[in-house]
């Protein structure tokens, strides 16, 4: 998520050549206010955004090879639809490659500079969750997520799973929002943050692995709500 869930929207720069329509679509994608299914009309996104079509359509185009929309020759550009299999699939690659990221990045990173995440993710979420301040946990999740990348320091490793970013937040971030996975997802990485603030590498790398499978089992069960 990465770290999490998947549940944050991953950090992306703003498109280039003038093209910020892809960033807007991408936001309203992860979350959810345009739905897996919905049509995007490339003259109706062009007047609402004052551009022109060819714009309109290479913004489509980043969007597509980001897994967040599909087009065909016949029924245009929509936002993608990926079943539960689809989702099962991704999140048994993701457990892998996260677990990997973890082990990484408790063999690099100095123990003593995971204890602000510690502490973030003690008293200050848990208080954030209990009021339903569910926008401040996805930013420290996402801070997470970052942080052990960087840690692990392989280009290759955040390559692939920046592959896998998008297309699981946008069911992750819903899983959070309206369910109640934040609690229990809270604990698994409080487990995974104690592991790398002990320089444990093989826990690191367990409880990494067992957070992304309570991600898959929630979704599992929450299929029909987040969807």
Not at 72 to 98: C, H, I, N
Not at 127 to 150: F, S
Request: charged residues 25%; proline residues 4%.
């Amino acid at each position: 998520m990465a770290y999490d869930d998947g549940m944050s929207e991953p950090a992306l720069a703003a498109p280039a050549g003038g093209r910020p329509l892809a960033l807007t679509l991408r936001r309203r994608i992860l979350r959810h206010e345009l739905p897996p299914g919905t049509p995007l009309r490339e003259q109706a996104l062009a007047e609402e955004f004052g551009m022109s079509r060819q714009m309109v359509r290479e913004a489509l185009a980043e969007l597509e090879g980001r897994g967040l929309v599909e087009r065909g020759p016949f029924r245009g550009a929509a936002v993608r639809r990926y079943t539960l299999g689809d989702y099962l699939q991704m999140m048994q690659v993701r457990e892998v490659l996260e677990g990997l990221c973890a082990r990484l990045a408790a063999r690099n990173a100095a123990p003593d500079s995971w204890l602000d995440l510690v502490a973030r993710f003690g008293a200050p979420l848990e208080a954030a969750i209990a009021t339903g301040e569910l926008a401040a946990y996805l930013d420290q999740l996402e801070t997470l997520r970052r942080r052990m990348r960087d840690a692990a320091a392989s280009e290759s490793l955040a390559s692939t799973l920046a592959g896998y970013d998008d297309r699981t937040a946008m069911v992750m971030r819903r899983l959070v929002l309206v369910t109640d996975r934040s609690s229990q997802a809270l604990a698994e990485h409080r487990a995974v943050l104690a592991a790398l603030a002990a320089g444990d590498a093989e826990a690191a790398e367990a409880s990494k692995r067992r957070q992304i499978q309570g991600a898959t089992r929630a979704l599992e069960r929450y299929w029909p709500l987040v969807q």
